[in-house]
């Protein structure tokens, strides 16, 4: 089992619509979570990190998170061709030496 | 957030040469990360760089292919030596803020023919 699972998609939406974007992680012990977008040729860029339990909103994103489950999401409301791009969930891991595992991303297509 | 300035953004290499990439951030840290991108993929870890000692390096890759300085607080390289056609990828440096989040250059595209 991989420490941090995503669909690779793609994923395609229309304009307007809600992506949601998901991903599992393996460690029970793990505390933070970090979603970054990354553009076609472009360097990964932070957008949203969650800590607890529950939901957390910044603008059109909400990121979800349910520890008992182990699995947090990203949601994109209002969808726009801006947003395709390809999306990292992320798990920092203290274990052995600090190192942050990353999901193997999930490619957003938002159709105008 | 910390900014982070690597270099080159990119370059085409012969196979069997070397190139060292070069990483400056405008803030002190103690440990750098270099990642490497292949077309299509998520980022895996070659190896930590943290100053005054040597590197940790990732499983599947060596010190000997992939040597990282680590001269100070601010600055790190990362060589590709003896280069194959393989090795063709985007390598991104990183550092971690006070989060635990990831701060990335804008990263070195290198083609080897």
């Known amino acids: 089992q991989k420490e941090v699972e995503q669909n690779s998609g793609p994923l395609s939406v229309p304009e307007g619509a809600i992506a949601s974007l998901n991903c599992t992680y393996s460690d029970r012990g793990s505390q933070s979570f970090f979603w970054y977008r990354q553009y076609s040729g472009k360097s990964p860029e932070l957008i949203m990190f969650i800590y607890s339990n529950g939901d957390k909103e910044d603008g059109r994103f909400t990121a979800q998170l349910n520890k008992a489950s182990q699995y947090v999401s990203l949601l994109i409301r209002d969808s726009q061709p801006s947003d395709s791009a390809t999306y990292l969930c992320?798990?920092?891991?203290?274990?052995?030496?600090?190192?942050?595992?990353f999901g193997a991303g999930t490619r957003l297509f938002v159709k105008a | 957030s910390a900014v982070i300035s690597q270099k080159p953004s990119r370059d085409i290499c012969q196979r069997g040469t070397s190139l060292t990439i070069q990483c400056q951030v405008d803030?002190?840290?103690?440990?750098m990360f270099w990642y490497r991108q292949q077309p299509g993929q998520s980022l895996t870890l070659i190896a930590t760089a943290n100053q005054g000692s040597e590197a940790t390096y990732e499983s599947g890759f060596v010190i000997d292919k992939f040597p990282i300085s680590r001269p100070n607080l601010t600055f790190s390289t990362l060589t590709v030596s003896n280069m194959s056609p393989e090795d063709s990828s985007i390598y991104l440096c990183?550092?971690?803020?006070?989060?635990?989040?990831?701060?990335f250059g804008q990263g070195t595209r290198l083609t080897v023919v």
């Open positions: 992320a798990v920092p891991r203290w274990r052995g030496g600090f190192k942050t595992i």
């Open positions: 803030s002190q840290v103690t440990m």
């Open positions: 990183s550092v971690v803020g006070s989060n635990t989040e990831a701060f």
